[in-house]
């Protein structure tokens, strides 16, 4: 079982910014796709960011010009750098990696932005 770990999560002001983290426990290019997505209360879980193994990003319409996603190999880590927050970017955030055609979720971490 592979065990994704967020972190960094917590309490931002609108307008401020919050960084993300995803460790996971072997090499980031093991993954297929690797990224983000959220879940706000009476909500669908949707995407944020992904990156595939041969980096191509997609972004979610919500986040586009906000939010940048990337690895860090040497933490074998997917990171999630998001500014401009707005109060509706708060949700449980999700590390979500595929690797063999099996999905693997993270426990999710709380981001809740006042305004």
């Known amino acids: 079982q592979v065990q994704l770990v967020e972190s960094g999560g917590g309490l931002a002001q609108a307008g401020g910014s919050l960084r993300l983290s995803c460790a996971v426990p072997?090499?980031?290019?093991?993954?297929?796709?690797i990224g983000w997505h959220r879940q706000a209360p009476g909500n669908p879980r949707e995407l944020v960011a992904r990156v595939g193994r041969g980096g191509k990003v997609e972004y979610g319409d919500s986040v586009k010009g906000r939010f940048t996603i990337s690895r860090d190999t040497a933490k074998n880590s997917v990171d999630l750098q998001m500014t401009s927050l707005k109060s509706e970017d708060t949700a449980v955030y999700y590390c979500?990696?595929?690797?063999?055609?099996?999905?693997?979720w993270g426990q999710g971490i709380q981001v809740t932005v006042s305004s």
């Open positions: 979500k990696g595929i690797q063999w055609y099996v999905e693997y």
């Open positions: 072997e090499d980031i290019f093991s993954f297929q796709v």
